[in-house]
């Protein structure tokens, strides 16, 4: 669907009027530093040119209306009144975002509005994250305010872990955020400083793969990740002055945990931050091989010591690798289905998804869609195009 099509569309639904405006926040690949960033670590982002759009009207009154081309629910408050939240219903992040904004003392206006996503949903690529940073930047310009994009990605980690329940960390709302062409962005969740690094892969491309397998069971395993590093983080502290687990050392984690699990648990953060770190310098260095390597070898980490893979996430990742042209290859997001990345040579890059394709299939009976989005810029709006 193009921007002219939406509008059109946005102008069936509300009728004609004065010219509405058009928003933009993309979805998040992360290239490495998984299910760190609410342990203190350093993340490897990056935001895509897939994600969601708003066309928005400003409507002079109280009440909102907020429709989406991608679900049949229809959110419709006034802003006088209490918002509550329902259900697994799309219309929650929006709300929460509402809610929040107005805590921070925000006088919103009444609007009308219409999402359509081209990003896919639970895979793995935050598209809630883009949901959420999108409603927050799109009601602050129409009610002409304004506030630092990346307290805006603080602003949604809150509605995430107050309005829907889910403790995640800051990574995906600060790369819908704060995200920059061809750049990737080295997060340090325990400051919020950044640094954006040039993604150029050379001869290698970088293919998101989805699994097709929705992710079940995501909210509650990640809140019992996240509870695990929480006691692995506070018996570390009886014995060492930390911050946050990921700044333990290996040589910490084995001697002052007890119980198994917390120490494969703290062994991923510990060992995953490292990869972050030398996975920034092999870029740098232009080595992709080490690169694609360092990606491998979280994808095992993940698998083995985090338990937040799957059958089908480690059967995409076995087959890629398997595949001619790619050099490395792992999971992306939480986790439990959703998407996994692959570092493959441009020139292989055809056959490597058709041969990724059948061999999944035939093992897992779900066919996998892949996807080429280039590196693309955080939230932002968009001109319209007026014709003359
Ligand atoms: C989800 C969360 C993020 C992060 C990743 C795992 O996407 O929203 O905060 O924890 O999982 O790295």
């Known amino acids: 669907m193009t921007d002219e099509q939406l509008i059109q569309k946005f102008e069936e639904y509300y009728g004609e009027g004065e010219a509405p405006r058009l928003f933009f926040a993309p979805g998040r690949v992360n290239l490495i530093g998984e299910h760190i960033d609410y342990n203190g670590g350093c993340v490897f982002p990056a935001a895509l040119c897939i994600g969601i759009s708003a066309v928005v009207r400003a409507n002079n009154t109280s009440a909102i209306e907020m429709r989406s081309l991608n679900a049949a629910e229809i959110l419709s408050i006034d802003l006088n009144n209490p918002i509550v939240s329902c259900g697994n219903e799309w219309t929650n992040y929006p709300k929460g975002v509402i809610v929040h904004l107005q805590k921070e003392g ?4 009444g609007c009308q509005v219409l999402f359509y996503r081209n990003l ?3 895979a793995g690529l935050s598209s809630s994250a883009a949901l959420e940073v999108l409603t927050a930047q799109m009601l602050l310009s129409i009610a002409n305010a304004s506030m630092k994009k990346s307290h805006i990605a603080v602003l949604c980690q809150r509605v995430e872990n107050q309005f829907i329940n889910v403790s995640c960390g800051i990574m995906d709302q600060f790369a819908v ?12 969740c325990e400051n919020l400083n950044y640094q954006y690094f040039p993604i150029d892969l050379g001869e290698f491309s970088l293919v998101i793969m989805n699994t097709n397998k929705k992710r079940t069971l995501a909210t509650s395993k990640y809140n019992e990740r996240k509870s695990e590093c929480d006691a692995a983080i506070a018996e570390l502290k009886k014995h060492i002055p930390l911050t946050n687990l990921c700044e333990a050392t290996l040589a910490q984690v084995e001697m002052y945990l007890h119980d198994p699990l917390l120490i494969k648990r703290a062994r991923h953060a510990v060992t995953e931050n490292a990869r972050v770190h030398a996975a920034a310098k092999a870029l740098v260095a232009k080595d992709l091989v080490q690169f694609a390597a360092l990606l ?4 095992q980490s993940l698998k083995n010591d985090y338990e937040v ?4 996430l480690d059967c995409i990742v076995e087959e890629s690798l398997k ?4 050099i490395g290859a792992r999971m992306t997001g939480a986790g ?3 998407c996994a990345i692959a570092i493959v040579e441009s020139a292989k890059v055809a056959l490597f998804k058709e041969k990724v394709l059948n061999n999944y299939y035939h093992k897992i009976k779900i066919t996998p869609s892949f996807y080429e989005s280039k590196i693309g810029e955080g939230v932002h709006e968009k001109k319209i195009y007026v014709p003359h």
Not at 177 to 187: E, I, T
Not at 296 to 299: D, N, P, R, V
Request: hydrophobic share 30%.
């Open 296 to 299: 491998s070898s979280s994808h």
């Open 106 to 109: 925000f006088a919103l206006q």
């Open 309 to 312: 893979s799957g059958i089908e």
């Open 177 to 188: 955020a704060m995200g920059k062409k061809n750049n990737a962005l080295l997060l340090n």
């Open 120 to 122: 896919p949903e639970g």
């Open 336 to 338: 439990f289905g959703g």
């Open 323 to 326: 595949t001619d042209g790619c």
